[in-house]
């Protein structure tokens, strides 16, 4: 082990160490709240007062619009465009109280490790929408405001991959916490 | 289990009360009662090393191995 770790794991670092992660941790539930908040109001905002030209451009279409993006397109699109975040935003609230329960000091719980858990899988599903949702965006968009007729796009994209990569990674990670649970408790019975 | 806990034995053989070697061990008394009836997973070492201070034996007196044929 490198000496630089072995001293950050050492036992007289211990109440530092307890200290740092509860604030960390702090800071993370509240950014888990900030983080819903905007990702939410950004989504309405883009909707709602984007340029016509702004969103088919973001949908992968780049030819010319004959008709104006109407608001029940936009309203359509809305709540389309709402499911993947709604699973990352869902993702987040799970998160955001392990953050919480790791602030109050609670660290290898069945409660924390289901909330990691529910994070990944909420970053799987929205990941996974996302080109099916960018797919159908095309669509609806293009139906009667596209020049060029209707058309489909798929997108995937390297941070689909990375995002991924990342779910899968809590995903493990929740299966550790739950194998350092299940130690934890061992060492519970030790006097 | 084949590891029998005697520290029951030796508190009354030294007539020491439980709530005293709790507080000198440094531990609670429910962690001592589960030791003293053997229900527990480990003992650690600096735990077993005060109450052999305290009781003035070693740890063969406070442990027994027996055999489970013997136990059965």
Redesign the interface.
């Known amino acids: 082990m490198p000496a630089s770790l072995w001293s950050e794991l050492s036992p007289s670092a211990r109440p530092a160490r307890l200290e740092r992660i509860r604030a960390v941790s702090r800071v993370l539930a509240y950014a888990c709240t900030g983080i819903s908040f905007v990702l939410a109001v950004g989504l309405l905002a883009y909707w709602l007062a984007s340029p016509d030209e702004a969103i088919l451009r973001d949908a992968g279409l780049t030819g010319i619009a004959f008709h104006p993006i109407g608001w029940l397109v936009r309203l359509t699109g809305l709540v389309v465009s709402a499911l993947p975040l709604g699973c990352l935003i869902w993702g987040l609230s799970r998160v955001r109280r392990a953050f919480t329960s790791f602030a109050a000091g609670r660290f290898f719980t069945a409660a924390n490790i289901a909330r990691l858990r529910d994070l990944a899988i909420a970053m799987l599903l929205s990941t996974l929408l996302k080109p099916v949702i960018g797919a159908l965006l095309s669509i609806l968009l293009s139906w009667q405001t596209y020049a060029q007729g209707k058309s489909v796009v798929i997108a995937l994209s390297s941070d689909t991959l990375l995002a991924l990569l990342f779910a899968g990674l809590v995903a493990v990670t929740a299966w550790v916490m739950a194998e350092a649970n299940a130690i934890a408790d061992?060492h519970a019975?030790?006097? | 289990m084949p590891i029998r806990v005697r520290l029951n034995v030796m508190l009354a053989e030294r007539n020491v009360k439980s709530k005293e070697l709790a507080e000198f061990v440094g531990?609670t008394e429910a962690?001592?009662s589960?030791?003293k009836q053997g229900k527990?997973?480990?003992?650690?070492f600096d735990?077993l090393e005060r109450i052999c201070t305290y009781l003035k034996c070693q740890p063969g007196d406070l442990l027994r191995h027996e055999d489970d044929d013997a136990s059965a």
């Open positions: 061992e019975q030790f006097v | 531990i962690n001592l589960l030791l527990v997973k480990g003992v650690r735990t």
